[in-house]
């Protein structure tokens, strides 16, 4: 495969769901000369690609830094194995910036040695990110409301516990596979349609009703509550589709319990189209704070760990009593 090939395609895979993190590619040669430097590496470091093709890789490094672990990580990478690792490097408007490397070797078939590829990101926004994903994955894990997320292509990529329990599969079930496959007794193609206009003109739709059998329960029908998102890049583009479920066979066998129904499937309407679009931390945090009251309590607050909170790793645990810092809280202010 042509590097270009190789660069771009490694580039997408390593955006991914994560496309809000800007990621440069270096490319050198099996000497550390860099061969390639594209307009993220430009906009990341203030370089230009004629002042860098050329050079060596660790010219790049911060001069009042510690360049032995820089090196250290090209020279592995250049032997054959992919590092990750965190440096300081040098902007070019003459700050240091940390950053965070991911480097692979890259065999030439013509000379027998590796060239290398760098990915390079802002380490702080690296970890806020990890910081607003922890959130995102905890709700993602507890929630009693199912879960799916989908490619463009409507192919499950990634499914929670409560909608393994609801389908009656487990995960490695979905992945891949869209719903039509997975599980053939549902009324599959109204609930693509669904998502594909999700896709083409980035709305929800919400509370579009899925009905049919699941080998959750292959002897009954089943009906739930189905709401779709669109996820986009940062330029906008479609990324794929949020699905979340909610089962609601009992409301439509039992009248006196629609009220109620309508008043979940409210709430769960307007989690999907509130929570989880964006990666910022203290955002999706007073998301969650305004969305429970006054719908599950009459006053929430959302505290996390301070050192989370700040962009840093969030270290040990809660056993030896850790700062927290609030960051929502609802109602905001106090009424007169």
């Not at 590097?3 to 390593?14: K, P, R």
């Not at 430097?37 to 490094?61: F, K």
């Amino acid at each position: 495969m042509p590097l270009e090939d190789l660069i771009s395609s490694a580039a997408q895979d390593a955006g991914g769901w994560l496309g809000a993190l800007s990621v440069a590619l270096v490319a050198t040669s099996s000497e550390g000369t860099v061969v390639r430097w594209n307009h993220g590496a430009q906009e990341l470091l203030g370089y230009a690609p004629p002042e860098v093709i050329g050079r060596h890789i660790a010219d790049l490094l911060h001069p009042g830094a510690d360049r032995s672990l820089g090196r250290s990580l090209w020279e592995t990478a250049a032997t054959g194995r992919g590092v990750m690792g965190t440096v300081t490097a040098w902007h070019r408007s003459g700050h240091p910036l940390e950053l965070e490397i991911w480097a692979c070797p890259v065999p030439d078939r013509r000379h027998g040695a590796s060239a290398v590829l760098v990915f390079a990101a802002d380490a702080h926004a690296a970890r806020r990110i990890r910081g607003s994903s922890a959130v995102w994955d905890g709700l993602f894990a507890r929630s009693p409301v199912g879960i799916a997320v989908l490619d463009t292509q409507l192919r499950f990529l990634q499914v929670n516990p409560a909608l393994e329990a609801m389908n009656g599969l487990a995960e490695s079930a979905h992945v891949g596979r869209r719903l039509a496959e997975v599980l053939p007794e549902v009324n599959a193609d109204e609930m693509e349609t669904a998502m594909r206009q999700v896709l083409d003109t980035g709305e929800p739709v919400l509370d579009r009703r899925r009905s049919g059998r699941t080998p959750a329960d292959p002897e009954h029908d089943r009906v739930w509550s189905c709401s779709y998102v669109r996820v986009e890049d940062p330029g906008g583009r479609p990324i794929g589709v949020i699905a979340s479920l909610l089962d609601i066979t009992a409301q439509q066998r039992d009248h006196s319990e629609a009220e109620a129904g309508r008043r979940r499937l409210a709430l769960l309407s307007e989690a999907s189209s509130r929570i989880g679009a964006s990666l910022d931390l203290e955002r999706t945090a007073q998301e969650l704070a305004d969305l429970a009251v006054p719908h599950l309590a009459n006053a929430v607050t959302v505290d996390v760990l301070d050192s989370l909170a700040s962009g840093n790793e969030p270290g040990a645990g809660l056993a030896a009593g850790v700062a927290l810092r609030r960051l929502g809280k609802a109602p905001r202010a106090a009424p007169p």
